[in-house]
């Protein structure tokens, strides 16, 4: 049986990926399951899939996360360490799905147990990429994109030399706002900022993906994972997000992966590698389908694209920056403390400010360090955002 633990178990992605290992239940030994506050799906999940441990990040919520457990033989614990304690149980495959810089570390303790680690949180690849790298290799660990774009680039390079890769193109689906006026932007909400037109995903990414911080993020991510110039790397926009990245070679070809909008390909795809299984996803109907269309992403409406250029420009800790500035800009927007459009000028402006961090040398960047960036970072966007 294989060890598994799932780190974000409640989420979107912590979801499907249960719904994957639920069909197949025997195959399976659950070390750990980890959530937030849904305190009744995690204790649902831990019961049914018999795990040794399952883990809120809320230290006000124990008693509800054992009185939920009760007699069930798993094991309750809370907080941050309950959390980094669990992460460092041995398994074998464990799937990172935290939201935010608060997944890195869970990622890497289990790196450091040599575990398979599918990464969902694209956060660790930006913060830290060339630490997760370093941390994979020197404890024989393997470390598999879960992104769909990075899978599909993944999947595109096997048997290719990567000297021969010229460029790797990842597609936007636009979100939300892909075709509304400029001047209405300014006016958008959280709550239809968070309604995706093709992904079912975390209100977080979702709104991420309207204002493409989310591929800026991504951008980043591809950067890191396949060691690429960022000149390598360009960002189409596909409204019917079924091309997810495509691998340009010197020759001239194309190498495309399509699916259908469902993270339980890429996913699956992590938990079989290097094995191909069938999965419970919708098969193509290129017929019905009809047809597929491109855009060049306008930097006027989705400024967070130029900034991920700047920031892969800037090197040093900026990537760490440039998340944690993200996440407080987030913030501030869901809470009605700026508006919509204002999100990029405190990650551009908290960048200018902590400027002095960017150039040390990436290859020697300590977790210390990385979360030092990380909360200068958000101190300042906090005070950035507040003088709105
Ligand atoms: P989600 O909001 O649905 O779930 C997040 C999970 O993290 C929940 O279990 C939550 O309880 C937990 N969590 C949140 N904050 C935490 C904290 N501070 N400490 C510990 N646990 C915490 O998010 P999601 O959409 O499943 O996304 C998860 C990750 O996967 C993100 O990094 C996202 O960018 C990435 N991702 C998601 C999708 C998708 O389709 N949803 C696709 C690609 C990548
Ligand atoms: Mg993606």
Known sequence: MRRISIFGATGSIGQNTIDLIARDRDAYAVVALTGGRNIAQL????????????????????????????????????????????????????????????????????????ATLALANKESMVCAGPLMLRTAQAHGAALLPVDSEHSAVFQALIGEDMAAVERVIITASGGAFRDWPLEDLARATPEQAATHPNWDMGQRITIDSASMFNKAL?????????????????????????????????????MA???????????????????????????????????????????????????????????????????????????????????????????????????????????????????????LARHTARDIGGRN
């Open 257 to 375: 992966h399509v699916g259908p909008p469902d993270m339980r390909h890429a996913i699956g795809f992590a938990l079989h590698h290097p094995q191909r299984r069938a999965l419970p996803v919708e098969r193509l109907d290129l017929v019905k389908l009809g047809q597929l269309t491109f855009r060049e992403p306008c930097e006027t409406r989705w400024p967070a694209l130029r900034l991920a250029r700047e920031v892969m420009q800037a090197g040093g800790l900026s990537g760490a920056i440039f998340n944690a500035a993200k996440e407080v800009a987030l913030d501030q927007f869901i809470v009605g403390q700026i508006p919509f459009t204002r999100m990029a000028g405190v990650v551009e402006e908290t960048l200018s400010c902590l400027s002095s961090h960017a150039g040390h040398n990436r290859d020697q960047f300590t977790l210390d360090m990385i979360l030092q960036a990380d909360h």
């Open 43 to 114: 204790a649902k999940d831990a019961r049914a899939l018999r795990a040794q441990v399952a883990v809120t990040a809320h230290d006000d919520l124990l008693p509800e996360l054992r009185e939920a457990l009760a007699g069930s033989g798993v094991q309750a614990a809370a907080g941050r360490a309950a959390l980094i304690e669990a992460a460092s149980r041995p398994a074998d495959w464990v799937m990172s799905a935290i939201v935010g810089a608060a997944g890195l570390e869970p990622g890497l303790r289990a790196l450091e147990q040599g």
């Open 218 to 254: 991504e951008v980043i991510e591809t950067r890191e994972f396949f060691a690429l110039d960022p000149e390598q790397i360009e960002v189409v926009v596909h409204p019917e997000s079924m091309i997810h990245a495509l691998v340009g070679f010197c020759d001239g070809a194309l």
